[in-house]
């Protein structure tokens, strides 16, 4: 990935490339460097400590934190992709740094943002007031495809829907944060979170004291509390385990490394059964309960008595035994419907409907193609948006209109113009960046940011999340799937919060 520097000869002097000195932020705002070529607050030691550092000890970092991933297993899976099917997560060592009063604002807007679509989705699965108030438009409901009439009347225990979230936020050149879309069916990327702290906490660990970063390790603990938490009652010590759709999975290696961490069973569904409404495990002194099930299988395949009929990879009567309250979900079945692309677009004023509240993390302005007037303007504008299909992620089904050609507007025009409730847009933002080794200098490659929610008897984020980086120059594009990669994240403690020793805790 990187070419490696030649050692100087004694009495040679030294040229150091990689230094912030010469570092262009150019028109983007950029995460770790001001306009003015000084490091943010929060990151003056960081950028000290690397600006001391020759360009062959820098690399040779990068170089064993890759090894480090390589020997971890660090893997994900491209579907399609006949090179091979795992893939080692890209990594660049200079982290992104948030700014303590940044995410005293990103934590209370995630908070109330998921305190809100709990409500709707247990709005729309029962009483569907929203629409009846003419809030969300009834037609938007109807065609959305995640939708699950299988769902309607449930009732999950503790009234929690979605109890794991990674919702996406990106910094425009404004310097403002914005929600650019929610992840509620089956979240990933935390476990890269936790690995990539790992790693950087070896490689720099006095910046990383220094800089009182706040620590992630704390993860599948407060992600097993949460399951607990939620268990149906009468259970005095709930069984949890991670259900998982097998080694094939693009996040297989996150499902058996968070089964790990927080000490429960791996299962797929050949593992359980259902007797009586109740989920059993086999094990070698028999069945035993399953009281949590942390499913990172799609709704569709779950259950093949109550979705598709032909999986293979769910628990026949799985559906039945959660209606009945013997099992809890999570996340709930029928939650991918506020993962809609055109249902996000409705979030603000859910806000304002359930809560009462002005949004706190704003949306990306978004046009709905299936209002016409949105829909004219998207149409004669779709050299400058951002075109996305309402449930397709990855990536993929995407048009970024500035980097397009005609005759790909064409054809997105014609599938719009065909189906335009499953379409939406956005205005192209300029992405905030972050500093990355690109062969022997520093250049900034554009962000985002995923952070994980859980909400269980309350709502709790972790403090960071997962950076993602378009590695390829010029491209907004961030996921793995289509060549990004990921840094570690800093989030910088403020004064009242208590750090944990760096040599302790990740």
């Known amino acids: 990935m990187f070419r490696r520097l030649p050692i100087p000869s004694r009495g040679t002097p030294i040229v150091k490339t990689l230094s912030f000195n010469n570092y262009e932020t150019e028109e983007f705002f950029d995460e770790l460097i001001t306009e003015a070529g000084e490091s943010r607050d929060g990151a003056e030691r960081l950028v000290q400590r690397i600006n001391s550092l020759s360009d062959e000890e820098l690399m040779a970092r990068q ?6 991933l390589l020997r971890m297993g660090i893997t994900f899976t491209v579907y399609g992709d006949n090179a091979g099917t795992e893939k080692i997560f890209p990594f660049d060592l200079i982290p ?22 709990n409500k709707f989705l247990n709005d729309i699965y ?15 409901l109807d065609k959305a495809k995640s939708f699950r009439p299988q769902c309607v009347g449930l009732n999950p225990p503790g009234g929690v829907w979605c109890h794991i979230t990674g919702t996406d936020l990106v910094r425009h ?40 970063v706040r620590p992630v390790v704390n993860y599948p603990n407060q992600l097993l509390e949460t399951m607990l938490s939620v268990a149906p009652q009468g259970v005095e010590e709930p069984t949890v385990v991670v259900l998982t759709p097998g080694i094939y999975n693009s996040a297989y290696y996150e499902h058996s490394f968070l089964a790990q961490q927080m000490g429960v069973e791996l299962v797929q569904g050949d593992d359980l059964v259902v007797q009586d409404d109740r989920v059993y495990m086999f094990t070698t002194d028999g069945l035993a309960q399953v009281d949590v099930i942390y499913r990172r299988i799609d709704d569709d395949f779950m ?16 559906m039945q035994a959660y209606r009945k309250g013997n099992v809890t979900l999570c996340n709930a079945p029928g939650t991918g419907v506020a993962d809609d692309k055109v249902i996000y677009a409705y979030v603000p004023e859910m806000i304002r409907y359930y809560l009462g509240e002005e949004p706190i993390l704003p949306n990306v302005p978004t046009y709905v193609c299936q209002r016409e007037e949105d829909r004219k303007y998207v149409l004669a504008h779709l050299d400058e948006l951002v075109v996305k299909a309402a449930n397709e992620a990855g990536g993929y089904g995407m048009l970024i209109g500035p980097h397009s050609t005609k005759a790909q507007q064409q054809e997105f025009a014609e599938l719009i113009k065909a189906d335009p409730r499953n379409y939406i847009a956005q205005p192209t933002l300029a992405l905030s960046r972050v500093p990355t080794i ?69």
């Open 126 to 140: 029962h009483d569907q007031e929203i629409v009846k108030e003419g809030i969300l438009p009834r037609e938007m």
């Open 303 to 318: 259950d093949p008595q109550s979705f598709r009929k032909d999986s293979m990879l769910g628990v026949p009567g799985l």
């Open 63 to 68: 170089r064993e934190i890759e090894a480090a």
């Open 96 to 117: 992104r740094i948030v700014m303590a009063s940044d995410w005293q604002h990103i934590e209370a807007g995630l908070k109330q943002r998921i305190a809100t679509l």
């Open 173 to 212: 050149s404004d310097g403002a944060i914005y929600v650019l879309e929610d992840n509620l069916r089956c979240p990933s990327g935390v476990s890269y979170v936790l690995q990539n702290r790992l790693v950087m906490k070896r490689s720099f660990p006095n910046a990383f004291a220094d800089s009182r």
């Open 438 to 506: 690109v062969g022997d200098h520093f250049e900034g490659r554009h962000v985002d940011l995923r952070p994980y929610i859980l909400c269980g008897k309350s709502i709790w984020v972790l403090p960071g999340g997962l950076t993602r980086v378009a590695l390829k120059k010029g491209s907004l594009v961030v996921n793995s799937s289509q060549g990004g990669g990921s840094k570690d994240t800093w989030v910088i403690a403020g004064h009242h919060v208590e750090v944990a020793d760096p040599e302790g805790s990740l």
